[in-house]
């Protein structure tokens, strides 16, 4: 079994996979403001409300064997130790998404993270 070149051996709550960054281009946090915009009718008016900033969410694609994809799958909802190319981080596994298989066995999707 082969598995692509440019990955990274990461892990969370102590089950490891390999993280992908295609073009050595690693994952990085997000951010932004929690806001709602209000039209105000029969005018041009918008009115921004914020309620400060959302947390840093992580998006990782990563590769991993049967048994790994479902020992992830089972730790949505939990916290833990998040090791990925950027470092060590306390995160929350919000979900998984795009589960698809690239090989015998072997899985790809993206970890969904709230980094705390």
């Known amino acids: 079994m082969t598995f692509p070149n440019d990955y990274y051996d990461g892990s969370f709550g102590g089950t490891s996979f390999w993280e992908q960054f295609p073009g050595q281009q690693g994952a990085e946090h997000s951010r932004q ?29 990563v590769v991993a064997a049967l048994t790994q994809r479902d020992a992830l799958e089972g730790k949505v909802g939990q916290s833990g130790s998040l090791v990925y190319q950027r470092g060590t981080r306390t995160a929350r596994l919000r979900g998984m998404k795009d589960r698809r298989s690239s090989w015998e066995a072997v899985y790809v999707c993206t970890l969904s993270f709230l980094l705390t």
């Open 33 to 61: 403001l929690e806001d709602t915009l209000i039209h105000i009718p029969g005018g041009n008016t918008i009115i921004q409300q914020t309620s400060g900033l959302a947390p840093h969410l992580l998006e990782l694609v």
